[in-house]
């Protein structure tokens, strides 16, 4: 067969291997989990009040790692020296872990104060998990556009979402790149507005010279497998603030145990008996995973950039961009694909490039808002809670072309490319180089077979194989 003819065609693949990412595993995983196995360490946290309880909820999770106790409020062991390091390591006080960054956002969010009827304000862009987290506690989030460059929330568009029932921004540093620090900061001095910063996908980026999660009032980190480090499910909660840090700490450990009646009401809000507790196994994961998370990166960040170097020499394909500010840290790579330029719609390109045996995505199938949940406005029973709830029902509303800018991301411009990680290679990505300057040298023949390529296309999402 032609090697030059693409493959969806009839010609010869690109590549018949199949791509395989994975986490980065050695020895001291093994070591760490079979110590707290042997030891017989699972999760030995304790739910319950002790006179020295307020000194504990505001200790550093450096001196809680000191303390000689196998049962403890902040975990055992290996979760509490989990903590400490991830702490030391992203430079702040307090890290506290917990089961998911889904938990962990809303954790962060009641902590900070934010309850029924109050409005957060989110980018519309970013899993799913980001919008749904306001909800726990019954908060409403407020969608708003993305900047197109960086993907991150616009500044701009959190200044006209602001509202005098708004009491939080929850800013996304997506696909390891890093949001507009200096102007979010700016706009919540001045509206009073706590910041909460999703870091899952960018654990280890910096925004001049400090990493994210440190710069707001609490920063989340996920710890899925599919993100840099991973403890297989799993996530981290940073700050600085020791009560931000207690509030959290109470929140994720049945906190409702240890109120006292000489409690104030402020001090009881939203303490109402979660779990959200990460196990040992996942901490001695994390231990392990922490220490290759420098490693992991430039793993990443090496590959993105071969595919940067070369792809971004092709006409139609531009790189993502960096801030001079931000030392970003590559969880997916994304490229922007132009139409106009390359000749054929984003759809054609996209099919030919996965017949070249080249996993590629078109980002999320959708934006936050679009999401039913969102759409009908329904979350808790069937009467609209939380945004019917109290006596000022939230007149927030959402619709599917509300950010157009995220619209055109998803639906014309977004080509993601996930097997940047380990153990990818250098040869790996020349792969995926070949395959598009292929596609793109036969534009001519895509185009003349345009319209089957297409039905083929919509047969396979048919049959759930796209």
């Known amino acids: 067969m032609n090697k030059q003819i693409p493959a969806i065609l009839g010609g010869s693949p690109t590549r018949t291997r199949p791509f395989f990412v994975g986490p980065m595993v050695d020895e001291d995983e093994e070591r760490y989990v079979l110590d707290a196995i042997r030891e017989h360490n699972f999760s030995r946290y304790i739910g319950a009040y002790s006179p020295d309880i307020e000194m504990t909820l505001r200790m550093t999770s450096e001196d809680a790692a000191k303390i000689n106790a196998p049962w403890h409020f902040l975990g055992g062991p290996g979760v509490r020296s989990f903590a400490a390091e991830f ?23 009641a902590a900070c104060g934010v309850g029924a009827g109050d409005e957060v304000i989110v980018p519309g862009l970013s899993f799913g998990a980001t919008g749904a987290a306001v909800l726990l506690f019954n908060s409403i989030p407020v969608f708003v556009d993305v900047d197109p460059q960086t993907f991150c929330i616009a500044p701009g568009e959190i200044e006209k979402a602001i509202t005098e029932k708004t009491k939080a921004i929850l800013v996304v540093h997506l696909l390891g ?31 001049r010279e400090k990493f994210v ?17 991973m403890t297989g499910e799993g996530g981290m909660i940073i700050t600085n603030d020791p009560e931000v840090a207690r509030k959290c700490r109470l929140i ?8 006292q009646d000489s409690n104030t009401d402020d001090e009881l809000v939203n303490v109402v008996g ?17 220490k ?88 808790f029973g069937r009467g609209g809670s939380p945004w019917t709830d109290g006596n000022s029902p939230s007149a927030v509303t959402y619709s599917k072309d509300q950010c157009p800018v995220i619209s055109k991301l998803i639906n014309e411009q977004f080509i993601w490319f996930y097997h940047i990680a380990h153990p990818s290679t250098a040869e ?34 048919s049959q759930g194989r796209l």
């Open 87 to 109: 702490a030391n390591k992203m430079g702040v006080d307090y890290a506290i872990p917990v089961n998911s960054a889904t938990s962990g956002l809303s954790v962060a969010l």
């Open 177 to 207: 790149n890093v949001c507009d620090m200096a102007a979010i900061m700016d706009i919540a001095r001045r509206h009073r507005l706590s910041v909460i910063e999703d870091c899952a996908q960018a654990p280890g980026a910096k925004w």
């Open 213 to 229: 999660g440190s710069i707001g009032d609490a920063g989340v980190f996920s710890f899925q497998q599919s993100k840099n480090i």
């Open 252 to 259: 994720s450990n049945h906190g409702e145990m240890v109120m």
């Open 274 to 290: 979660c779990n959200f507790r990460l196990p040992e196994l996942c901490a001695a994961l994390g231990r392990a995973q922490l």
């Open 292 to 379: 290759k998370l420098d490693r992991v990166n430039a793993w990443r960040n090496g590959n993105a950039q071969f595919l940067i170097d070369e792809i971004g020499k092709i006409p139609g394909f531009t790189p993502p961009y960096v801030d001079q500010d931000v030392e970003w840290v590559c969880h997916v790579l994304s490229f922007l694909y132009d139409e106009s330029v390359v000749g054929i719609p984003r759809e054609v390109f996209v099919a030919a490039l996965r017949a070249e045996g080249i996993p590629v995505g078109t980002g999320y199938v959708r934006g936050m808002y679009e999401a039913p949940i969102f759409l009908r406005r329904i979350a």
């Open 428 to 461: 790996d990505m020349l792969d995926i180089v070949n395959a598009i300057r292929k596609l793109v040298a036969a534009i001519p023949l895509l185009i003349e077979h345009q319209k089957e390529i297409m039905n083929a296309g919509d047969t396979q999402k």
